[in-house]
């Protein structure tokens, strides 16, 4: 059964850190790259970061360059990608999702909610 799993989200203060994890199994995920993508209410979906199979590349949203860096731990059976979120700003609460591949054509995880309020 494919699976990506998110979790570590939750209510944090401005300035506060925060770090995601997506378990993909299922799949052979680490022959993908893996992403993720956040939506705020009322507004679209959008692509946040993306890392490539080999750990090498990775890409950022011009939003979240210099506060978030993606990361991945390929073992056997599961896929471990981790999005680390420094600096929070409130602009940055949504629902964050994990996929694979990134261009979202893929495989969806079915999100963590991240709120950063004071």
């Known amino acids: 059964q494919v699976q990506l799993v998110e979790s570590g989200g939750g209510l944090v203060q401005p300035g506060d850190s925060l770090t995601l994890s997506c378990a993909a199994s299922?799949?052979?995920?680490?022959?993908?790259?893996i992403g993720w993508f956040r939506q705020a209410p009322g507004k679209e979906r959008e692509g946040v970061s993306c890392?490539?199979?080999?750990?090498?590349?990775?890409?950022?949203a011009d939003s979240v360059k210099g506060r978030f860096a993606v990361s991945r731990v390929n073992a056997k059976n599961t896929v471990t990608v981790y999005l680390q979120m420094k600096n929070l700003k409130p602009e940055d609460t949504a629902v964050y999702y994990c996929?694979?591949?990134?261009?979202?054509?893929?495989?969806w995880g079915v999100g963590t909610q991240v709120t950063v309020s004071s």
């Open positions: 996929t694979s591949p990134c261009s979202g054509l893929g495989y």
């Open positions: 890392i490539d199979e080999s750990n090498s590349s990775t890409w950022y």
């Open positions: 299922g799949f052979a995920f680490e022959h993908l790259n």
